[in-house]
């Protein structure tokens, strides 16, 4: 499933992909699975994989995909799911996944690719990558199937940062635009505010605010502001861009992720009730896998860290090889955009008429 559109124009250079191969629940074997898999379909793409290398090397070797195209980076230390993440910024130069973004910043890759503890990933990227001038809380942006003619809604925050005022949302809003554009090709993506309805009066006082900054932002940021949404709108065709706090949308991504489960066991369970049932399973095989591959979070696998001098693609723990791959193809399709260079100029000039709305509001309210 194409997650993102190819951009050809660019540039035909290689492109190098930094890849942390500790972490995730799954051990290097998965995450080497996963970029070699990558390396078949793309050959366009170079791998920096970090870990200790006496056992990354002897993985890469069983990979004839990876001869050459695969640099082993030494790194002792692993980050795991239970560190906190103030205690992997004191001590955590010899991990993994600090030599992942150490790449980054050193401009000997494009992105980083991390299954690593999300908080710890954060909180690491924020201090070696640093935020985008403007940026107050950066925010992990997700691409969600939806009913809409490119097959998917962006929704930010999903759980960079729990907290968001009216500002933070309205540069949720604008980096969730900029990401709509490049990576769906959406000329003019529409933004909903998610809120317990859709009505003005509805919701808390920072929503509100938030309501009327992103209105007041519409022109110049670009994009169609349809107020606020629901819960029932983040897989809906009522908007493109879906912003939100990140305990809410972590919450719902939750939420989702789990449904689908779901409603995969309830079919499974619907197909094995009778003799008929699965002779009705054989026959509706092909829309099933359809079904399936629309739904299967590993196809779609890859929050985006937004707000940073440097593209960070966090891929979920528990993702196999395929999981892998798919977050490996969204950072190439980012990497080729030139999604970063895009968002801080985005950012940047929309920073003067952002301080000017928050100081208009200032005054209406007085």
Same mark, same amino acid.
């Given at each position: 499933?194409?997650?993102?559109?190819?951009?050809?124009?660019?540039?035909?250079?290689?492109?190098? =992909?930094?890849?942390?191969?500790?972490?995730?629940?799954?051990? !290097?074997?998965?995450?080497?699975?996963?970029?070699?898999?990558?390396?078949?379909?793309?050959?366009?793409?170079?791998? =920096?994989?970090?870990?200790?290398?006496?056992?990354?090397?002897?993985?890469?070797?069983?990979?004839?995909?990876?001869?050459?195209?695969?640099?082993?980076?030494?790194?002792?230390?692993?980050?795991? @799911?239970?560190?906190?993440?103030?205690?992997?910024?004191?001590?955590?130069?010899?991990?993994?996944?600090?030599?992942?973004?150490?790449? /980054?910043?050193? #401009?000997?890759?494009?992105?980083?690719?991390?299954?690593?503890?999300?908080?710890?990933?954060?909180?690491?990227? @924020?201090?070696?990558?640093?935020?985008?001038?403007?940026?107050?809380?950066?925010? =992990?942006?997700?691409?969600?199937?939806?009913?809409?003619?490119?097959?998917?809604?962006? @929704?930010?925050?999903? #759980?960079?940062?729990?907290?968001?005022?009216?500002?933070?949302?309205?540069?949720?809003?604008?980096?969730?635009?900029?990401?709509?554009?490049?990576?769906?090709?959406?000329?003019?993506?529409?933004?909903?505010?998610?809120?317990?309805?859709?009505?003005?009066?509805?919701?808390?006082?920072?929503?509100?605010?938030?309501?009327?900054?992103?209105?007041?932002?519409?022109?110049?940021?670009?994009?169609?502001?349809?107020?606020?949404?629901?819960?029932?709108?983040?897989?809906?065709?009522?908007?493109?861009?879906?912003?939100?706090?990140?305990?809410?949308?972590?919450?719902?991504?939750?939420?989702?992720?789990?449904?689908?489960?779901?409603?995969?066991?309830?079919?499974?369970?619907?197909?094995?009730?009778? !003799?008929?049932?699965?002779?009705?399973?054989?026959?509706?095989?092909?829309?099933?896998?359809?079904?399936?591959?629309?739904?299967?979070?590993?196809?779609?696998?890859?929050?985006?860290?937004?707000?940073?001098?440097?593209? /960070? /693609?966090?891929?979920?723990?528990?993702?196999?090889?395929?999981?892998?791959?798919?977050?490996?193809?969204?950072?190439?399709?980012?990497?080729?955009?030139?999604?970063?260079?895009?968002?801080?100029?985005? /950012?940047?000039?929309?920073?003067?008429?952002?301080?000017?709305?928050?100081?208009?509001?200032?005054?209406?309210?007085?």
């Amino acid at each position: 499933m194409t997650s993102l559109k190819d951009h050809n124009s660019a540039g035909s250079d290689r492109v190098v =992909i930094s890849v942390d191969a500790m972490g995730g629940d799954r051990g !290097p074997a998965a995450v080497v699975a996963g970029i070699s898999r990558s390396a078949k379909l793309n050959p366009e793409l170079d791998f =920096i994989l970090h870990g200790p290398e006496d056992d990354l090397s002897k993985l890469v070797a069983k990979r004839r995909i990876l001869d050459g195209r695969c640099t082993i980076k030494h790194a002792t230390d692993v980050v795991t @799911m239970e560190d906190k993440p103030s205690q992997v910024m004191r001590h955590g130069k010899a991990t993994s996944m600090w030599s992942t973004l150490e790449s /980054v910043r050193n #401009g000997e890759a494009t992105v980083a690719v991390s299954c690593g503890n999300t908080g710890a990933l954060m909180a690491l990227s @924020m201090i070696r990558l640093r935020k985008l001038p403007g940026v107050n809380r950066p925010a =992990i942006a997700i691409l969600w199937p939806s009913r809409n003619p490119q097959g998917f809604n962006v @929704m930010l925050d999903v #759980g960079a940062d729990i907290k968001a005022d009216a500002k933070d949302l309205l540069q949720y809003a604008l980096m969730g635009t900029s990401y709509a554009r490049n990576g769906l090709e959406l000329k003019r993506p529409r933004v909903g505010l998610l809120n317990v309805g859709t009505e003005e009066h509805k919701g808390r006082a920072e929503l509100k605010d938030a309501h009327d900054l992103i209105a007041a932002n519409e022109s110049k940021g670009q994009y169609e502001f349809v107020g606020f949404v629901e819960g029932g709108d983040i897989p809906g065709d009522r908007c493109d861009v879906i912003v939100t706090d990140g305990f809410t949308g972590n919450v719902a991504l939750k939420t989702g992720e789990g449904t689908a489960s779901l409603i995969g066991d309830f079919l499974r369970q619907a197909f094995a009730y009778s !003799p008929l049932s699965r002779i009705a399973s054989v026959l509706a095989y092909t829309s099933m896998q359809r079904l399936k591959k629309r739904i299967d979070p590993r196809r779609v696998n890859g929050g985006v860290f937004l707000g940073l001098n440097g593209t /960070v /693609v966090k891929s979920h723990g528990s993702a196999d090889a395929m999981g892998v791959s798919s977050a490996v193809k969204l950072a190439f399709e980012l990497a080729r955009s030139g999604f970063g260079d895009r968002l801080a100029a985005r /950012v940047a000039s929309t920073a003067e008429v952002d301080q000017n709305a928050l100081g208009q509001k200032d005054l209406n309210t007085k």
